[in-house]
């Protein structure tokens, strides 16, 4: 039954297409004809058009939205390349301002080695120390002096591999400097106290110091060259115990913020 059914509307079908072929094959065909013929079969074929034009809009929509999507996504790798580019010129501006800083700082006091980018620290406790991008590929060696930006001391080279170094700051407990008080031009030297700060020794008591003094290197221990700023007085202990004044230093450099340090000769 069902495939009788089946024969039924293929027989249909065909009818149709060969009504619709003798319609436009015959000359002077009656024209009412032709009309109830178009009649019947023009809904079926405006549902049709209906169906491509939906489906074609369909997918002009999507391969628009697909097309904005690809365009914006490389718009932000661009921007992205843009900005990274912007930061990098920023950066070396910023290091070549300080460079230029450090050099009239310093003036004629030292001659800057190397320019070291500050890659790690260890500022706890009394390991004090940082790890610098530049090494014995670059001509640094140990016991180089090293400053900061506003040339001031940070510390010496203590070790050295291929492409980088360690600077052990003035703060570290094993750092002893020998140092020179800028306008008394008394001589001793800094070290770490046990609690924590630094302090310079072997002051006489009977010199006159006054807070805020600043407090050099004085070259007396072949490590650091004479001049560089190490801090200034920050108090002074006249304990009876004591052959010396003790001098609390506060130094000037703030580790903390330490990006890259200049290494001198």
């Known amino acids: 039954m069902e495939k009788f059914q089946n024969r039924k509307y293929v027989v249909l079908i065909i009818t149709i297409i060969i009504v619709l072929i003798v319609v ?43 097309g904005l999507a690809i365009e914006n996504n490389d718009l932000r790798i661009q921007n992205m390349k843009l900005e990274t580019e912007i930061s990098s010129l920023k950066e070396i501006k910023r290091r070549d301002e300080a ?6 700082s310093l003036k004629d006091l030292v001659e800057i080695k190397q320019v070291g980018i500050v890659i790690w620290k260890d500022i706890q406790e009394n390991q004090d120390w940082i790890l610098i991008n530049k ?60 609690q924590g700060g630094l302090f310079m020794d072997f002051i006489p008591r009977s010199e006159k110091l006054e807070i805020g003094e600043r407090i050099i290197t004085s070259g007396m221990d072949n490590v650091y060259p004479k001049g560089i700023l190490i801090g200034k007085i920050e108090s002074i202990d006249f304990s009876q115990n004591q052959l010396f004044q003790r001098i609390v230093v506060f130094p000037v450099v703030d580790f903390n913020k330490l990006e890259e340090v200049f290494i001198v000769k």
């Open 99 to 104: 460079l230029l800083q450090a050099k009239e």
């Open 135 to 194: 090494g014995k590929d670059h001509g640094l060696e140990k016991d180089m002096a090293v400053v900061s930006k506003e040339g001031s001391l940070v510390g010496k080279i203590f070790e050295v591999s291929k492409d980088f170094s360690k600077v052990m700051l003035l703060t570290n407990k094993e750092s002893v400097i020998a140092t020179l008080l800028e306008n008394g031009r008394n001589e001793g030297l800094i070290k770490k106290e046990k």
């Open 24 to 66: 436009n094959l015959i000359p002077g065909f009656n024209n009412n004809l032709g009309n109830f013929i178009f009649k019947i079969t023009s809904p079926i074929n405006g549902f049709f058009i209906k169906i491509g034009n939906v489906f074609s809009g369909f997918f002009t929509t999507l391969f628009s939205i697909r």
